[in-house]
């Protein structure tokens, strides 16, 4: 009976942490997995976690996706995917041998600095798929080796000058495909089985609808105090990035 009510316990924890991680990455094109991965590791243990959030995500952002399908930037999203995808299975094998917390401490730095100039107005990027593919090319390796892609791929797609839904939809577009590819060479190393994918599609489940009720929110909020809102997130989250990796 114990192990029974601390099961579901760990279920409704994981649907509310789900919901929360859905409507954030939704309101801000990030910040989902940063908030599920701590709490599912808590739960499962981090060799377990990874690839049970890469499934919550993956279906997360394709549900993005889809909800904002003509509103996608087709052409800059697959200029962004053509170096990321290779990418991000070379990061995948390199998993476990990675350097994790270093390079995490660097990236969560890296951000912050991209996100305070952008709010100073100081970052302009060309309008040119060098851009995207350069873009994808960072974002692509460092999500394979340390599952971070949605502060990367949306500090990218953040310089486009989007409206909010393009954004998000555009993001969730190429993070979508990014999983997938994270996901197969997964699965290849044998850390993908069936109770990992049956916990996976629950929190996604969830994830989901946090997904519908914040992207509802944002297609009527100005574009030009939105960039500035999710510059300012990134600048939050990649301090909790940090200081979470080190404590």
Not at 13 to 31: E, H, K, P
Not at 152 to 167: E, G, I
Request: charged share 10%; aromatic share 8%.
């Amino acid at each position: 009976m114990q192990n029974f009510n601390i099961m579901n316990t760990s279920i409704i924890l994981l649907s509310i942490v789900g919901l929360m991680a859905g409507m954030l990455s939704s309101s801000i094109g990030f910040g989902g997995g940063m908030l599920l991965l701590p709490i599912v590791t808590s739960v499962y243990g981090i060799e377990v976690a990874v690839p049970v959030c890469t499934i919550a995500q993956l279906l997360s952002n394709a549900s993005r996706a889809v909800i904002g399908w003509k509103s996608i930037e087709w052409k800059k999203t697959l200029w962004f995917l053509l170096p990321s995808i290779p990418l991000t299975a070379l990061g995948a094998y390199g998993f476990s041998i990675a350097p994790k917390n270093i390079m995490t401490i660097i990236v969560g730095f890296a951000l912050i600095l991209f996100a305070i100039q952008k709010l100073r107005g100081k970052l302009h990027f060309p309008q040119h798929p060098a851009t995207m593919v350069v873009g994808g090319c960072v974002t692509g390796f460092i999500n394979g080796m340390l599952s971070i892609s949605g502060p990367l791929s949306s500090a990218v797609f953040l310089t486009l000058d989007l409206s909010p839904v393009s954004y998000i939809a555009s993001e969730a577009t190429a993070a979508t495909v990014m999983h997938v590819v994270k996901i197969v060479v997964y699965g290849k190393l044998n850390l993908v089985n069936e109770h990992i994918i049956i916990a996976g599609l629950g929190i996604a489940v969830a994830m989901i609808v946090g997904n519908y009720l914040a992207m509802r929110f944002i297609k009527n909020v100005d574009k030009k105090k939105y960039q500035k809102v999710v510059a300012s997130c990134m600048i939050l989250l990649s301090l909790f990035l940090i200081i979470s990796t080190m404590c």
